[in-house]
């Protein structure tokens, strides 16, 4: 589960669905009230997540499947990357951004 960098306590739920609605960069812990930012190194992952959907489009070019079965599969898949997103969520105490972080 999501814990904060700073108090260690776990996120409810309802705390990481609001961080996903919002825009702002950072997001206040509930607990501790310190500003907590997306991980770098989760990022990273959920772009590598996201990119799947592009191949998914592709499945009905290359397979004759009927319209039930390609909604189950992208029904399935968005299911598969929300829980993904929502439970590989990484906090960290400062924003990681691609010039503070450190090469080697």
Known sequence: MVKCKNCEHV???N???KRYITLEIGMDCPHCSKTQYLSKDYRQRSMLATLLIPL???IPAFFDFSFPVIAV???AAFIAL???HLFTLELACEEET???SHYG
């Open 82 to 84: 929300t829980f993904i």
């Open 98 to 100: 691609w010039r503070n």
């Open 11 to 13: 996120w409810p739920v």
């Open 15 to 17: 705390a990481i669905l």
């Open 56 to 58: 998914l489009l592709l």
């Open 73 to 75: 599969i992208f029904s």
